[in-house]
């Protein structure tokens, strides 16, 4: 309660100082006052309520502007629909809540707020090697594979992006974290889901260029590692 009591402080005490100079400016006198409360009272306690409304309207307006926990999930939302984002609600028994957004021809992100970490959302996409590359990673040295791995991370910090991979690379997630506070803003969550977009294709094209299929496949496509909705 007594908490950054000084600000509080000078906003009560301006309160009542502005009060005061306006009934003076208005030559309201104390008998005045007195008066008009014996006779007309209703109308002052309807005034007080009306005031009581008007500044928790106020206060919930400016409050519903200033993004927080509670709701961020319609902040998000309403950020990727107003971008042209196609989305749908994931279920995850790790998050409070889950959004997949796809990005064309083929890329897939989903915002999550994890219950682990509730203060902050996390940004994930996944991919695995296509069937053409799983076929020749398997049969790659221990050497030749912890060359792969090497090469990985260092895109990744290269692109500034989180990253982890699963045994033998049966898959692999690029992800990142942003804070929720009451400054965040569309545009900081649009361009993190950019980032995810340029690490994870950065990382892809890393991929094919180091677990090449020995014959040019009809389309790169068919080669490339495949975007998941594992997240």
């Not at 950065?202 to 009809?218: A, E, F, H, R, Y």
Request: aromatic share 10%.
């Amino acid at each position: 309660m007594f908490a950054n009591w000084k600000p509080k402080l000078v906003v009560i005490i301006s309160f009542i100082g502005g009060l005061l100079n306006y009934l003076v400016f208005f030559g309201i006198d104390a008998k005045t006052i007195r008066d008009q409360i014996t006779t007309h009272y209703l109308f002052l306690i309807a005034a007080l309520a009306f005031t009581v409304i008007f500044m928790s309207g106020i206060y919930w307006w400016w409050r519903s502007s200033r993004v927080t926990t509670k709701n961020i999930e319609q902040k998000v939302k309403q950020w990727i629909d107003a971008f042209g984002l196609t989305r749908r609600i994931v279920t995850n028994e790790k998050l409070h809540f889950g959004i997949q957004v796809s990005i064309p021809p083929r890329f897939i992100v989903t915002i999550g707020r994890p219950k682990d970490r509730p203060s902050y959302l996390t940004l994930v996409s996944s991919f695995r090697l296509s069937k053409q590359q799983r076929v020749l990673f398997d049969k790659m040295t221990e050497e030749e594979k912890m060359s792969i791995y090497r090469t990985i991370r260092l895109e990744c910090g290269r692109s500034k992006i989180g990253h982890h991979m699963h045994e033998n690379l049966e898959l692999l997630f690029i992800h990142k974290i942003i804070p929720i506070t009451p400054d965040l803003k569309e545009a900081r969550v649009i361009d993190s889901i950019n980032e995810v977009q340029f690490a994870a294709n950065v990382v892809m094209d890393t991929i094919d260029g180091l677990i090449k299929p020995p014959s040019q496949p009809p389309s790169k496509e068919a080669s490339r590692p495949l975007p998941t909705s594992e997240a």
